[in-house]
């Protein structure tokens, strides 16, 4: 019987050719998952089951062990609220409060208009600009909660 | 064609942050538009550690050493600088105590430094192979391969005294010596660039600003256990660091530095770059060893040893970035040269990431046996806004805070650890007044929950079970039994544990009990916090003598606890508030107080 696909674009489709036969290469395929998806959906790891002839749980149990893999679809802007110890001392608990409490999100949730996600994140390795918020890739350093509104509304005008 | 003048920017992930390659781009534009980009080379390098001031910008030969740049002022560098040839003074480092601009080797952060690890970084641009080998680079690799014989490696790196830099400080040579004493079909070398501790970049920043040192070193690894395949195990999250060091590799393989055959010997290897996923617990070596093989980073009991039977069952080195850093030098410089620096048992140096309410964080590097007061008041600058030194917390979620007390303890890896605390992999987290130890505590215990593998029942439930009670003390909850249960537990934890991850966990929580155990006494018995850190067990007042009756106060409170008139001055309602601490901050007066 014929199962229906998720689309896989054909870079990814050609990684997965070219990795599924190297030894250990599970975590790197499912970066390479999340990098055209932004998460890993199930019917995404139900085609890697078949492809790699991996029982799914197998995969589950390596997704879900590694904090780096999302199994729900983030916000289209992904704040991440730095809690290395640098930035914890310097207030980083009082921005990812701010942040949450201005979109009305907890961890894991995503804004209802699906524009943004927060997440507490491990140490990005910027302990010299601490404490540190990040919107996608861009870095806003030596922050404190007053500046944090003033970030989200410029994401939210971009829409 | 040879430049007159060379302007070095800071390219770690600090500075990069910091719009650094903005700044890059609009020096190469204002060189091309004002015609002089034959004269001057612009050169992005690895990190200058002085992540303080950053951007930083370097120009030679002047040593012109500008902090806080900003892409628009690249306009003045070149025309002033690079034309002119006079330096954009209110860029210039401005120390303190001397008003004017001062040296580079005048700064008080660098002072103190010596260089082995990260003797290339802010000095070569590290996406150019040739800048590297300028450098001595791949020197040790040529003389291994031309000149030494497996045996003699094992010997040199024994004299030199090189031990892991890692955490634990284990033998390097030790360990190479156990993997070519096996004979195997297969041998392995991996790189352990899961730099998870919270608080530490150093790994980071060598990656980015030196990755053919990685490279060289673990080539000379192979060659001497006798492996062709090596792996780089890197955090996912380090994007830029993945980069350079991919492009590393294949000028390495255009080389002939990679690959078959090496500078013309029979000797083959390769390296491939593995991306680790966020799990702290993958930082051990078991545990990285199964997230390389493709399942959950989950401990594995030793002995065996990677060593004897690591990856896919085959002996295998894992040694970290700063160990494989520094192995280069030994065979350039000689095992004696590096012998001679750092303690009796402690050789070398070590790279911290000096952060937290220190004046001037960033990267530093000192010979082992440098004493914590020289680095966190003579390189750092000492703290903030003139506060107290409270403590320096090394190790991370493994380590323990050192009290001032012990401030001139020349740090090496037995004083330390003698300390209750570790080396860990380097961050150096200074606190101040403000920060509460049993908050600190909380914190890296609540990491050390989130992070456990959960394979081994001392380390998954002993975590949780800290965690609940430190809490209960965080929020005045707590009673003096509490700290017999945390001391009970975390000793079973210490032995019971299956990998270092559940045998560390404790160290925080046991080392503060045991030198701040006043501050815990205060949570229990006064149920107070005298740093203001623990929400629960702070009380917001007004002080009338000093209120004038604004009503700022009163307009900021976001639940309207605050009460009062221009006569009567304000109240708080203590049973009201949320202690946000708005009022606290917004008051102009002093009148708001904190207990």
Request: some cysteine.
């Amino acid at each position: 019987m014929a199962v229906a696909q998720i689309e896989f674009s054909k870079e990814l489709q050609s990684f997965v050719h070219e990795w599924k036969d190297k030894p250990g290469s599970l975590i790197m395929i499912l970066h390479r998952v999340q990098q055209e998806f932004s998460y890993i959906p199930r019917e995404a790891a139900e085609r890697l089951s078949r492809e790699l002839n991996m029982p799914l749980a197998k995969i589950y149990g390596v997704l879900t062990f590694y904090h780096y893999f999302k199994t729900s679809k983030p916000g289209k802007y992904r704040i991440a609220v730095c809690m290395g110890t640098a930035c914890y001392l310097k207030g980083g608990q009082s921005l990812l409060e701010e942040a949450g409490e201005i979109l009305g999100i907890k961890g894991n949730e995503v804004s209802d208009n699906g524009l943004f996600s927060i997440d507490a994140v491990r140490c990005v390795g910027c302990c010299g600009l601490a404490p540190v918020m990040m919107v996608g890739d861009e870095v806003y350093g030596k922050l404190d909660k007053d500046k944090v509104p003033e970030i989200i509304a410029k994401y939210k005008k971009l829409g | 064609m040879a430049y007159k003048q060379f302007i070095l920017v800071c390219g770690g992930t600090g500075c990069e942050s910091s719009k650094a390659d903005d700044i890059y781009k609009e020096l190469i534009a204002n060189a091309e538009a004002m015609g002089v980009k034959d004269d001057v080379q612009i050169v992005k390098t690895g990190c200058f550690g002085f992540c303080e001031k950053g951007p930083i910008v370097k120009v030679l030969p002047t040593e012109s050493f500008y902090v806080e740049v900003k892409p628009e002022d690249a306009k003045e560098i070149i025309a002033e600088q690079v034309i002119k040839g006079r330096e954009v003074k209110r860029l210039l480092y401005k120390d303190d105590k001397a008003k004017d601009r001062i040296k580079l080797e005048d700064i008080g952060f660098y002072q103190k430094q010596f260089r082995i690890v990260l003797r290339n970084c802010g000095i070569i641009n590290p996406e150019n192979i040739d800048e590297y080998i300028a450098r001595d680079g791949y020197a040790g690799l040529e003389k291994v391969l031309g000149s030494m014989k497996p045996e003699d490696v094992i010997a040199e790196l024994k004299t030199s005294g090189l031990r892991g830099r890692g955490g634990a400080g284990f033998p390097t040579w030790r360990k190479w010596e156990f993997s070519k004493n096996i004979s195997s079909d297969q041998k392995y070398v991996v790189c352990n660039a899961d730099e998870g501790d919270p608080g530490a970049y150093m790994d980071r920043s060598t990656i980015e600003g030196d990755p053919h040192s990685i490279i060289e070193a673990m080539s000379i690894c192979g060659y001497t256990i006798g492996a062709d395949k090596g792996y780089v195990y890197i955090r996912a999250e380090y994007p830029l660091a993945i980069d350079r060091l991919k492009i590393a590799l294949k000028q390495a393989r255009e080389y002939g530095l990679l690959g078959n055959n090496i500078l013309g010997t029979n000797f083959s290897f390769d390296i491939e770059v593995r991306l680790g996923a966020g799990a702290f617990v993958c930082g051990e070596e078991t545990a990285l060893l199964q997230s390389l093989e493709g399942h959950r980073g989950m401990a594995v009991p030793r002995p065996p040893f990677p060593a004897v039977k690591g990856l896919w069952g085959k002996p295998t080195v894992i040694n970290n970035v700063e160990t494989w850093a520094n192995i280069p030098v030994i065979f350039t410089k000689g095992a004696e040269w590096f012998n001679k620096i750092g303690t009796e048992t402690s050789k070398g140096t070590k790279v911290f990431a000096l952060t937290g309410k220190v004046k001037s964080s960033g990267l530093v590097e000192v010979p082992m046996g440098t004493s914590l007061r020289d680095i966190v008041f003579g390189i750092g600058g000492g703290i903030k806004d003139g506060k107290k030194f409270k403590g320096a917390q090394t190790g991370g979620p493994s380590g323990g805070i050192i009290p001032p007390d012990y401030l001139d303890t020349p740090i090496d890896y037995e004083s330390l650890t003698s300390l209750g605390s570790m080396m860990g992999s380097g961050g150096l987290i200074v606190m101040d007044e403000d920060d509460c130890v049993v908050d600190v505590s909380r914190f890296y215990m609540e990491f050390c929950v989130d992070e456990s593998c959960g394979k081994c029942s001392p380390c998954r439930i002993g975590t949780n079970q800290m965690h609940s009670i430190l809490q209960k003390i965080s929020r005045g909850n707590g009673t003096m039994e509490d700290l017999d249960k945390l001391e009970k537990i975390g000793l079973a934890m210490k032995k019971a544990a299956l990998c270092g991850l559940g045998q560390t966990a404790p160290n925080p929580t046991l080392s503060t009990i045991k030198r701040f155990r006043n501050e815990y006494l205060e949570h229990i018995n006064d149920k107070s916090c005298q740093a203001g850190k623990c929400k629960d067990l702070i009380v917001y007042s007004i002080n009338k003598e000093n209120c004038i009756g604004c009503g700022l106060c009163a307009r900021k409170c976001p639940t309207n606890c605050i009460s009062g008139d221009k006569t009567q001055k304000y109240t708080i309602d203590a049973s009201k508030c949320i202690k946000c601490g708005e009022c606290y901050k917004v008051c102009k007066f002093n009148a708001v107080l904190k207990k």
